[in-house]
């Protein structure tokens, strides 16, 4: 395989996966091993089986720590909090900043009351000076967007706000 196909590869996996990538070298090819393909890890043949295992379990916790910090998976809904993605049972779903961070608020708070006040202080700040209904229109189009006959993620509480819905989860 070529440096370039291997490049392409591990450039792939890593932007379309939170896989992470070990090489395995030879020693004899070590002094031409271009470490800027972008590997993870690596090892250095010859090696055991533990040695193996203890870096594939570290290159593991290494990428659930940080996938942990980038993403919000609740049920079929994953946010993507590096790209502004969002996902519904695979399918990618295109939202507005504003209505992406309603969902983000939401979603980072699963069973939490907000009221229309404190979505509209924390999504569009304490200067805004529009109405409280703007909370409505935008959870409006939200629902519009993400949700089907299987798939509920935003609740009215009536006479109070909103809460992302636990029963998806």
């Known amino acids: 395989m070529s440096v370039e196909s291997l490049s392409t590869i591990i450039s792939q996996a890593h932007r379309d996966s939170f896989i992470p990538v070990l090489g395995i070298i030879s020693n004899f090819d070590?002094?031409?091993?271009?470490?800027?393909?972008?590997?993870?890890?690596?090892?250095?043949?010859?090696?055991?089986?533990?040695?193996?295992?203890?870096?594939?379990?570290?290159?593991?916790?290494t990428r659930q720590k940080e996938i942990g910090q980038e993403t919000i998976r609740l049920g079929d809904l994953l946010l993507d909090l590096n790209r502004y993605e969002v996902w519904v049972s695979g399918r990618e779903v295109t939202l507005t900043f504003k209505e992406y961070e309603v969902l983000k608020l939401l979603a980072s708070h699963p069973g939490?009351?907000?009221t229309r006040e404190v979505l509209m202080n924390r999504v569009w700040g304490y200067d805004y000076f529009g109405g409280t209904r703007t909370v409505d229109v935008h959870i409006r189009r939200l629902r519009a967007k993400l949700e089907d006959p299987a798939h509920t993620f935003v609740d009215t509480v009536r006479n109070v706000g909103y809460r992302f819905n636990t029963d998806n989860i």
């Open 112 to 114: 939490r009351v907000f």
């Open 30 to 61: 070590l002094h031409d091993f271009d470490f800027t393909l972008g590997f993870d890890d690596f090892v250095v043949r010859p090696f055991t089986a533990d040695e193996i295992l203890v870096r594939i379990d570290q290159l593991l916790w």
